[in-house]
């Protein structure tokens, strides 16, 4: 299983994460914690649906929501990194996105997400386009995130 996996890596490299997620409505922190012991190595996690929420708990700038959107990188990029400042925790995971059925545009997809691992030694963002119903989107983008997170903490720490 992906999540023992990752807290397994957490544990023996003595890290902690924490998760800011919006379209995957809690998922992630979900998996992350059905692993016993998890306490070791999460920290917790903040479900910033609303821009508001990005805004004030995560220190999204209104700027990037009103010139990129939720939906964009650099949103990913600043939900990760206020997640890991608000919960002092070494890395941070952002995931916003569309997981549809509705909501989609031309320039912006149903199924596009974008997530991103942030850390002190360096970040991982992905642009990720996922097919299928919403709970498949969800679905996908958690195990991406997993995968990312793994990935990064192989590589930096």
């Known amino acids: 299983m992906i999540a ?4 397994d ?3 023996a490299r003595g890290l902690t994460v924490a998760v800011a997620e919006s379209c995957t409505g809690g998922r992630l922190g979900d998996i992350l914690t059905n692993v016993s012991g998890s306490s070791d190595y999460f920290r917790g996690g903040l479900i910033s649906y609303s821009n508001r929420a990005k805004v004030d708990f995560l220190d ?16 990913a ?5 206020g997640v890991r400042k608000a919960f002092h925790s070494d ?3 952002g995931i916003t996105g569309i997981a549809g059925p509705t909501g989609g545009s031309p320039k912006k997809p149903v199924g596009l997400v974008y997530i991103c691992v942030s850390s002190d030694k360096g970040s991982m963002c992905t642009k990720n386009l996922f097919k299928g119903p919403r709970t498949k989107v969800k679905a996908q983008a958690v195990d991406r995130a997993m995968l990312m997170l793994i990935e ?3 590589k930096k720490f």
Do not use: N, P, T
């Open 4 to 7: 023992r996996e990752a807290g």
């Open 9 to 11: 890596l957490l544990r």
């Open 60 to 75: 999204v700038h209104e700027s990037s929501l009103i010139l990129k959107g939720a939906v964009s990188d650099e949103v």
């Open 77 to 81: 990029r600043q939900m990760a990194a």
């Open 91 to 93: 890395l941070g995971i």
């Open 152 to 154: 990064l903490v192989k």
